[in-house]
């Protein structure tokens, strides 16, 4: 079996086991699995042999780690782009991939999204002022701006009001 450009009869680094354990539980970044094979103290030569065996293989690509990172965030944590763009940053993704990856997050409307989280999530906290205050906060972390979270609660302080009236 040859990987990509590498012959069959080259013998396969000690890491390359290691490397292939972490990619069956998880996908990672190049710089991620990078940084835990170096953790665990293997060789230089031999950990970029397996870098390079591994993304020519496509067991390793950014771009699709990137692509599947910022979808599942937005989907299930309800990150805004900023958010999502530090978390991948913070894994290893590269400029290129992470544009890429937030481009078809950047036509969604913040508002809206906004307006969904206060109605799925903070819901029965925005009748005092703490709970007020601790979804605000919790959207700031998430990573949308105060103007967009201002004009969201407005919205949604207007369409509850109507609501009981």
């Known amino acids: ?6 012959k069959q009869n080259k013998p396969l680094p000690p890491c390359y086991d290691k490397a292939l354990d972490l990619l069956a539980r998880r996908a990672h ?4 699995l990078e940084h835990k094979l170096r953790e665990r103290g293997y060789a230089e030569d031999e950990l970029q042999d397996t870098l390079e065996r591994l993304c020519a293989a496509h067991l390793i690509d950014d771009a699709a780690y990137a692509e599947h990172m910022a979808e599942r965030l ?5 990150f805004a782009p900023r958010r999502i763009a530090l978390e991948l940053r913070r ?6 991939e992470l ?4 481009e078809p997050l950047e036509t969604q ?4 999204s906004i307006r969904a989280m206060l109605e799925k999530k903070f819901a ?13 906060n919790a959207l700031v972390r998430m990573g949308y701006s105060w103007g967009d979270i201002r ?4 919205e949604y302080d207007s369409t509850e009001e109507n609501y009981y009236d």
């Open 1 to 6: 079996m040859a990987y990509g450009r590498y």
């Open 124 to 136: 029965r906290d925005l009748d005092s002022e703490k709970g007020r205050r601790r979804a605000v």
């Open 29 to 32: 970044s190049r710089a991620e």
């Open 109 to 112: 409307d913040a508002r809206e």
């Open 91 to 96: 894994r290893g993704v590269g400029d290129e």
């Open 151 to 154: 004009s969201a609660m407005r």
């Open 99 to 102: 544009s890429a990856a937030l």
């Open 74 to 78: 937005a989907r299930t944590k309800g």
